[in-house]
């Protein structure tokens, strides 16, 4: 809402405040001005001038040599180029050492010959927007339709020494999209009374309900109609003083009888339509919801279809506007108008949001039908506008309203106890305080014993319930009045959750192994969802999408850390290694998704390089298991985290294995399939995936010490030759049940297949630790328990000892 000060002016006192003091007690008051701006920019030495004599350039076509009384002793010769300078006019001249907007001086100067003294301007060289300007000013200079006096400031009559308020109006406050509503607001910040308009209509003896009736279908839709007919009107530009107001407020003017329904518009807040009568095509005004697919052609000339949802006033047959949003070309007014139907109405705010909505139409008049009207305010709208209409395009007001719907409705009751004040807003104001605050506002109230009912007008829509009234009181005794004090109450220590805490022991253990935090979108591409899955879940599609690229929740993350890569890659980083731990989303066969936290890596290149020594270890499939195994270690995992030779869509066949918490599938990992890494243009490259919801919320015994061994141990080394297809999980499983409580440690520290072993063998070497806490082991004791494991793998697997 833009707000002009010389217009508030008009209504309330606001002498003694410089514009910037008063944006700060407004702001102070709860609505923010976000902008304060003069509409003088540097101007200086603009008078009014009169052209006394205008013929042609002796050497231009293009440019005209003017006399100009600009107040002086003596007229000026200025040369103009405007093509509509004409003798007799009065305009706005720039003397010679005038400032225009941009630090532009005027000097005398000579145009193909002839002297020019200054210069006549256009509304745009005087900084007006090019879109306010009149149409008949838009190419040439600006001409004064009144009467004025030559060498008085130009400046004043063309209101650019106003200074405008930018108001940042939150949705509540509707009340304050017009300059009552401001009025009553600044009025109640300053303490001073408001002075509102009184119109004053002298109406003819015939009745307007003979000229046309009013018909509305539900009143749930348009709870009030009204149509004034106005007759002898003369359709012309308006007086500078009104086009002032609309300029001010970012309205370009168009001629007396619409600028005359804007103003209005701008000053209570009501809409209102002006129909040519003679146009209108019947003497019956119906308000009716459109039928499906009907069209109507509105004043932007664009032809619109229309369904049974949106409201329209018809002529009882067609379309002649759309309720709240905007008029017909049909029946607009022209310059041969003479007779105005003028609407004032109340309409379903619902209703014109959705028409406005549907037919992408947004105008000052939705926009506050919309958010909400002052219902009360409807008839003065269109008395104040009816009277103007007479004032200024010499119209006769018909005798009465043809209408339907009620006119007034009542102030809702709304109470609130002091003491109830103070509790909220701890402070200490009494009833005499409140009471004048309720003045202020020019609320109608009683006050029983300390608990005030008060009357709230139907301009304050928003305040509905008692908190709404401690909010008036507070803002308006001021919030730096309210004392500044500490909450009383039990102070409780925030924590993470058990969850929180270890989800960070992931990233503090995944960091000090060496892998970089990344953070990718969680909407991908219907490609990337199916990348690592042939059959991959439903896809969760959005219902609008930015692009096809971000159409879907994605179920992997691995996808985007690939892309990562690539995009690391291709900026000369060659050894990557990053993880993230992020939501993917599932189908739930419900409305929402199912949401899991997953953790994914990916490492390719170099895993580990120390130049002095000249050792480099590449990264590999061992290296990114031992880091899923190191994570297992950190949570207390270990023993229950396993891997099962694998076969996963676009990983390596023989470099892959599934991850499984207490026999349970939980994730994958493994390197790329040669053939993808061509296709995404990376070297060799291992990935792994794993539900980090499970590991999290897996249940874990609290950690036990053991007491320092006090008698030696005693290790064993063993090679047994099995199956290359055996996995060497399971003989360690057998060997663990085989050992006893005596092996207390088991570690595969070799494989080797090749030379010297049958084709289809392969050697497993493993290190096993006997230790008995109790005393010392004897030879019989370790060869005991090493001949039981011998004999199960043997009977297990047909293993035999290496030779």
């Known amino acids: 809402m833009l707000v002009s000060l010389n217009w508030l002016s008009q209504y309330v006192d606001i002498e003694g405040y410089s514009a910037d003091e008063l944006a700060e007690l407004i702001t102070k008051g709860g609505i923010e001005v976000e902008t304060v701006e003069s509409l003088n920019k540097g101007i200086k030495g603009v008078v009014i001038g009169h052209v006394l004599e205008c013929a042609s350039h002796p050497d231009a076509d293009k440019l005209s040599v003017c006399k100009v009384d600009i107040g002086e ?21 720039a003397k010679v050492g005038a400032v225009l907007p941009g630090n532009f001086k005027i000097k005398k100067a000579k145009l193909r010959g002839e002297p020019s003294h200054g210069m006549i301007c256009s509304l745009q060289e005087l900084g007006v927007e090019s879109k306010l300007v ?88 348009a709870p009030y109609y009204g149509a004034t007919i106005i007759k002898d009107v003369t359709v012309q530009p308006s007086p500078q003083w009104l086009v002032n107001r609309l300029v001010s407020a970012g309205i370009r003017p168009i001629n007396n009888v619409v600028d005359i329904t804007n103003f209005v518009l701008l000053e209570y807040g009501q809409p209102l339509h002006a129909f040519d009568y003679d146009r209108f095509g019947s003497k019956e005004v119906m308000i009716r919801r459109a039928k499906q697919e009907e069209k109507i052609v509105t004043l932007d000339d664009t032809e619109r279809t229309l369904s049974s949802d949106h409201l329209v006033i018809t002529n009882g047959h067609t379309p002649v506007a759309v309720a709240g949003v905007m008029g017909g070309a049909d029946s607009e007014v022209q310059g041969d108008t003479t007779t105005v139907l003028l609407e004032a109405a109340y309409f379903n705010s619902k209703l014109v949001r959705k028409s406005s909505k549907d037919l992408g139409l947004r105008s000052d008049s939705s926009s506050r039908f919309e958010k909400g009207i002052d219902r009360n305010r409807v008839v003065p709208a269109s008395e104040r506008a009816a009277q103007l209409i007479q004032d200024l395009a010499g119209g006769t007001v018909l005798r009465g309203v043809a209408e339907q719907g009620a006119r007034h409705v009542e102030a809702k009751d709304v109470s609130v106890e002091v003491a109830r004040i103070n509790q909220v807003l701890g402070t200490e104001i009494s009833e005499s305080e409140v009471a004048a605050i309720f003045d202020r506002l020019q609320f109608s109230y009683k006050n029983f014993g300390g608990t005030f009912t008060v009357q709230v007008p139907p301009r304050r829509p928003d305040i509905t319930i008692t908190e709404d009234l401690i909010e008036e009181v507070g803002r308006l005794y001021g919030y730096d009045n309210v004392p500044a004090t500490l909450p009383i109450t039990e102070s409780t220590p925030g924590q993470l959750t058990d969850y929180q805490v270890k989800r960070r022991r992931v990233r503090r253990m995944l960091e000090g192994a060496g892998l970089y935090q990344a953070v990718t979108y969680s909407l991908t591409s219907p490609a990337k969802r199916v990348f690592f899955s042939d059959e991959s879940p439903e896809a969760i599609r959005l219902a609008m999408p930015m692009s096809e690229e971000r159409s879907e929740l994605r179920t992997s993350l691995l996808p985007h850390l690939l892309e990562a890569a ?26 929402l998704p199912k949401e899991e936290e997953h953790l994914a890596g990916v490492m390719t290149g170099l895993w580990q390089e120390h130049p002095w020594q000249k050792e480099k270890k590449p990264a590999d499939f061992f290296v990114m298991k031992g880091v899923v195994e190191e994570l297992a270690v950190d949570l207390g995992l270990q023993d229950r985290l396993s891997f099962v030779r694998a076969q996963e869509p676009k990983l390596h066949p023989g470099r892959t294995a599934a991850v499984h918490l207490d026999g349970e599938a939980i994730g994958y990992l493994g390197q790329l399939h040669p053939e993808v890494e061509k296709e995404l243009d990376l070297k060799e490259t291992f990935v792994f995936e794993v539900n980090l919801e499970k590991m999290l919320t897996a249940n874990v015994e609290h950690l036990k010490y053991a007491k320092l061994p006090r008698f030696p ?10 199956d290359e297809m055996l996995e060497a999980s399971e003989v360690k499983n057998v060997i663990q049940g085989a050992g006893g409580s005596k092996l207390v440690d088991i570690n595969l520290f070799d494989v080797y297949q090749g030379e010297h072993l049958e084709e289809g063998k392969k050697s497993l070497a493993f290190s096993l630790r006997y230790y008995n806490p109790e005393q010392t082991l004897t030879e019989e004791e370790v060869k005991s328990a090493h001949d039981r494991v011998l004999q199960a793998v043997e009977e297990q697997f047909g293993a035999a000892l290496r030779s």
Do not use: W
């Not at 003896?205 to 749930?220: F, G, K, L, Y």
């Open 73 to 93: 002793e003596e007229p000026v010769q200025i040369i103009c180029g405007a093509p509509n300078v004409a003798k007799d006019q009065y305009v706005a001249v």
């Open 134 to 221: 009149q149409k008949e000013y838009a190419e040439g200079i600006f001409v004064f339709s009144d009467e004025v006096t030559p060498g008085e400031d130009a400046l004043e009559y063309l209101n650019l020494n106003d200074t405008i308020l930018e108001l940042g109006l939150t949705p509540n406050r509707a009340d304050a999209m017009n300059m009552i509503g401001v009025a009553y607001e600044v009025g109640a910040v300053l303490n001073r009374p408001i002075s509102l308009p009184s119109p004053e209509l002298v109406r003819s003896e015939e009745s307007a309900e003979n000229h046309v009736s009013v018909r509305i279908e539900d009143e749930e839709d």
């Open 566 to 591: 690539q995009y690391n890659i291709n900026r000369q980083l060659e050894n990557i290694a990053l993880y993230e731990t992020a939501s993917v989303f599932l189908p739930s066969g419900s409305e």
């Open 713 to 722: 141990s005693v290790t064993r080394d063993v090679a047994l030759v099995v």
